[in-house]
T-cell receptor, first 113, second 112 residues
């Protein structure tokens, strides 16, 4: 069991570009969560998805951020027109059911220059 | 929203020492998890423990939900235990406490 796979591990984008972060959940897990870790804010919930459905996106910024978890393939967190404030570590987690123990991926470190 | 407070914020130990980390939360929960973030940034789930006591090797955890706190015990600490320990509490709608609120963490340094 390969665990939760995130890629890329590191991503550098210029201001105004798009960032796409990918997450493949653990085998058998159908619940996916995205969290952002900023040095001064800690780990914050962004969005909770199940296959083809966004269940809760209350932690997502209203503009430029979107997430999907298609029927086939990984979950994608997309950030359009990145700004320096988007620089952070983005973690994906999966679980076999809502509220059960999470397994986190290794994260994607996004740097906006 | 729910508040999560962890103590102490920093802890320095000599290898072989024992320690207790505390997590207080402001409301009743039915989802509480402990995580270790190692120096490389990886988040490892240590325990899913909304109530009761669990043990895994040198680590154990106890949650007293009625008194709104959880404790993480580390015995015979090793240098590889260094990192940040997070307590996270679940809150969400419809009884599914899927949305975790993290504490600020305890930074543990174990010296050889």
């Amino acid at each position: 069991n390969a665990g939760v796979m995130q890629n890329p591990r590191h991503l550098v984008r210029r201001r105004g570009q798009e960032a796409r972060l990918r997450c493949s959940p653990m085998k058998g897990h159908s619940h996916v969560y995205w969290y952002r870790q900023l040095p001064e804010e800690g780990l914050k919930f962004m969005v909770y998805l199940q296959k083809e459905n966004i269940i809760d996106e209350s932690g997502m910024p209203k503009e430029r951020f979107s997430a999907e978890f298609p029927k086939e393939g990984p979950s994608i967190l997309r950030i359009q027109q990145v700004v320096r404030g988007d620089s952070a570590a983005y973690f994906c987690a999966s679980s076999p059911g809502a509220g059960y123990g999470y397994t986190f991926g290794s994260g994607t470190r996004l740097t906006v220059v | 929203g729910i508040q999560v407070e962890q103590s102490p914020p920093d802890l320095i130990l000599q290898e072989g020492a024992n320690s207790t980390l505390r997590c207080n939360f402001s409301d009743s929960v039915n989802n509480l998890q402990w995580f270790h973030q190692n120096p490389w940034g990886q988040l490892i789930n240590l325990f899913y423990i909304p109530s009761g006591t669990k043990q895994n090797g040198r680590l154990s955890a106890t949650t007293v939900a009625t008194e709104r706190y959880s404790l993480l015990y580390i015995s015979s600490s090793q240098t590889t235990d260094s990192g940040v320990y997070f307590c996270a509490v679940g809150e969400g709608s419809g009884g599914s406490n899927y949305k975790l609120t993290f504490g600020k963490g305890t930074l543990l340094t174990v010296n050889p």
